[in-house]
């Protein structure tokens, strides 16, 4: 079992930036791959990031390309979504996902565990 928890949400303007947090605990020596996703009011949760175990390997949903990164500490066993240059349209609940094995996915269906999500809103 992998608990995960994130921070890092809040209120901002259009234009600004945050970076949420995903902290992993529990069965964390084990190799997993993390992903990112959120969820607006009346609509569907929508892929927004995925790195690999190494963080050789990352994807980006078309919505968030060139204004969001992804990164990954395995050390600490966290990972991290840095959202730059925020519109209104990125207001969702942010959701972290892990899945044991090497290899990210586009996918909800390929995670095994969730966060509780953390919430970001961005004000026009």
Request: include cysteine; hydrophobic fraction near 35%.
């Amino acid at each position: 079992q992998v608990q995960l928890v994130e921070s890092g949400g809040g209120l901002v303007q259009a234009g600004g930036s945050l970076r949420l947090s995903c902290a992993g605990s529990g069965r964390t020596s084990t190799i997993y791959a993390m992903g990112w996703f959120r969820q607006a009011p009346r609509k569907e949760r929508e892929f927004v990031a995925a790195i690999s175990w190494t963080g050789g390997v990352i994807y980006y949903g078309d919505a968030v390309k060139g204004r969001f990164t992804t990164s990954r500490d395995n050390a600490k066993n966290m990972g991290y979504l840095q959202m730059n240059s925020l519109k209104p349209e990125d207001t969702a609940v942010y959701f972290c996902a892990a899945r044991y094995g090497l290899s990210a996915y586009r996918s909800m269906i390929n995670y095994d565990y969730w966060g509780q999500g953390t919430q970001v809103t961005v004000s026009s």
